[in-house]
């Protein structure tokens, strides 16, 4: 049972336009979420997060959008850049206490 | 601050051999997750360790893999016998405390032949 899910096993973005990768979680009890980003050969690295009790939150060219009703967030990277290139983990947890369930990860490319 | 570090970074065996993996987490982080990364999917918890105590090992196969944590410092991972379906990178990550402050080792790939 797949309690965090990334149905986009990959996305192909052109240099300098908008990265939209995006996550559904099925457990209502998730409370915190936070995206990784990993490069190959090396470990997951975190990248940003988001409260369940906030909508949004922003760290320079990355914001995640959480829609609670719809057990939906996303994240956008503005503008993309080649060296965002990798794949991107959706990870949540409960109360920040529960180990991080993670999603299967998206692999986004950004062409030159 | 040094970050995680894990031991080896790549290992292939034979099924039904047996393996360890080490690792040592950043200094002061009393929290210690093993991860199974899989080829094509995310990260699955194997086990939680809290200092030296185990507070989470629900989907650990206790009947080959086995983990421990002594002085509430590194911690190794063992697997014996192996199966092919163990084919796949583990992941060490430490936090001070909770899940929000996470941080990956490199991880160890392992291949089972």
């Known amino acids: 049972d797949q309690q965090v899910k990334q149905n986009s096993p990959s996305l192909s973005v052109q240099e300098g336009r908008i990265s939209i990768l995006n996550c559904d979680y099925t457990?209502?009890?998730?409370?915190?979420f936070l995206w990784y980003k990993k490069y190959p050969a090396e470990g997951p690295t975190f990248l940003i997060s988001?409260?369940?009790?906030?909508d949004k939150n922003e760290d320079g060219r990355f914001t995640v959008f959480l829609n609670k009703s719809a057990k939906h967030l996303s994240l956008h990277i503005v503008p993309s850049q080649p060296g965002d290139s990798a794949v991107y983990f959706c990870?949540?947890?409960?109360?920040?206490?529960?180990?991080?369930?993670f999603g299967k990860g998206t692999r986004l490319s950004v062409i030159a | 601050e040094a970050g995680v570090a894990q031991s080896p970074r790549y290992k292939i065996i034979e099924k039904r051999q047996s393996v360890a993996f080490w690792c040592n987490p950043i200094?002061?982080?009393?929290?210690l997750y093993w991860y199974q990364q899989i080829l094509g999917q995310g990260p699955k918890l194997l086990i939680q360790?809290?200092?030296?105590?185990?507070?989470?090992d629900s989907q650990l196969p206790k009947d080959r893999f086995s983990a421990e944590r002594l002085k509430g410092v590194d911690s190794t991972l063992k697997i014996q016998p192996a199966k092919l379906e163990d084919s796949a990178v583990y992941l060490c990550?430490?936090?001070?405390?909770?899940?929000?402050?996470?941080?990956f080792g490199s991880g160890t790939r392992l291949t089972v032949v």
């Open positions: 457990n209502s009890m998730f409370d915190y």
């Open positions: 990550a430490s936090s001070l405390g909770g899940s929000r402050g996470y941080t």
């Open positions: 200094s002061g982080h009393a929290t």
């Open positions: 988001i409260s369940s009790i906030k």
């Open positions: 990870a949540a947890t409960t109360s920040g206490n529960t180990p991080l369930v």
């Open positions: 360790f809290q200092n030296n105590g185990v507070v989470d």
